[in-house]
Nanobody
Framework: QLQFVESGGGLVQPGGSLRLSCAASGFTADAYSVGWFRQAPGKELEGVSCISSIDGSTYYADSVKGRFTISRDNAKNTVYLQMDSLKPEDTAVYYC????????????????????WGQGTQVTVSS
């Protein structure tokens, strides 16, 4: 069974950094593209980033471009989200997910495309 486990969330001050991890089990992570999503209280699920398995192409939401970096370590079956220059508006539960595709499609930010989801990790940016 395909499963993801996210970790690395926590409380950080504005301007700080966190690195989220998404560990895959039940399949080899490099067979699928992987996306990161987030959901803030009272808001809809938002696509944050996606990384393709074929060529490692990466995609970002405008709200995080230049601050967040997605990467993958296929040997560890893990995808990471490095988050720098964090802002209070980045506060949310962050989820990793995989669609049944090896590449991030043009609408990678559309959550219904994704079949497999982790349980989420809380990120709180506050002074």
């Amino acid at each position: 069974q395909l499963q993801f486990v996210e970790s690395g969330g926590g409380l950080v001050q504005p301007g700080g950094s966190l690195r989220l991890s998404c560990a895959a089990s039940g399949f080899t992570a490099d067979a699928y593209s992987v996306g990161w999503f987030r959901q803030a209280p009272g808001k809809e699920l938002e696509g944050v980033s996606c990384i393709s398995s074929i060529d490692g192409s990466t995609y970002y939401a405008d709200s995080v471009k230049g601050r967040f970096t997605i990467s993958r370590d296929n040997a560890k079956n893990t995808v990471y989200l490095q988050m720098d220059s964090l802002k209070p508006e980045d506060t949310a539960v962050y989820y990793c997910a995989a669609p049944p595709y090896s590449s991030c499609v043009s609408t990678w930010y559309d959550s219904p495309l994704y079949d497999y989801w982790g349980q989420g990790t809380q990120v709180t940016v506050s002074s």
